[in-house]
């Protein structure tokens, strides 16, 4: 029926990404809560140029997330911590792209 999670909301990011590559804009944003953890929040970005499309999620940060560079097929992907945040960007975009949008993630000041 493609309802959403009764728990995802719209919403004005409380973070921004400072490189994205030409043609890319912000598509879609959405922050809900972990099922595994309560009360804390993902949230989730979503980046596009019409063609490739990659996500950026930022949840509060624990030892479990990717760290580091990794890919599957074509698909390339990114996690690094910044202060108490795990940082994650997956994308079908080259291994540079997605080194590029994840060390531009920033807090909205």
Same mark, same amino acid.
């Given at each position: 029926?493609? @309802?959403r @999670?009764?728990?995802a %909301?719209?919403? %004005? &990011?409380?973070?921004? $990404? %400072?490189? *994205?590559?030409? #043609? =890319?804009?912000?598509?879609?944003?959405?922050?809900? @809560?972990?099922?595994?953890?309560?009360?804390?929040?993902?949230?989730?970005? /979503? =980046?596009?140029?019409?063609?490739?499309?990659?996500?950026?999620?930022?949840?509060?940060?624990?030892?479990?997330g990717?760290?580091?560079? &990794?890919?599957?097929?074509?698909?390339?992907? *990114?996690?690094?911590? !910044?202060a108490?945040? !795990?940082?994650? $960007? /997956?994308?079908? /975009?080259? !291994? *540079? %792209?997605?080194?590029?949008? #994840? @060390?531009?993630? !920033?807090?909205?000041?």
């Amino acid at each position: 029926d493609g @309802a959403r @999670a009764p728990t995802a %909301t719209a919403t %004005t &990011s409380d973070w921004t $990404v %400072t490189a *994205l590559p030409p #043609g =890319f804009m912000l598509t879609h944003s959405n922050r809900h @809560a972990l099922p595994s953890s309560a009360g804390a929040e993902v949230e989730h970005l /979503v =980046f596009s140029d019409g063609l490739a499309t990659v996500s950026v999620y930022i949840e509060p940060q624990d030892e479990s997330g990717l760290a580091g560079a &990794s890919s599957m097929g074509a698909v390339n992907a *990114l996690g690094l911590r !910044q202060a108490e945040h !795990q940082i994650t $960007v /997956v994308g079908e /975009v080259p !291994q *540079l %792209t997605v080194e590029r949008i #994840g @060390a531009s993630v !920033q807090r909205r000041p």
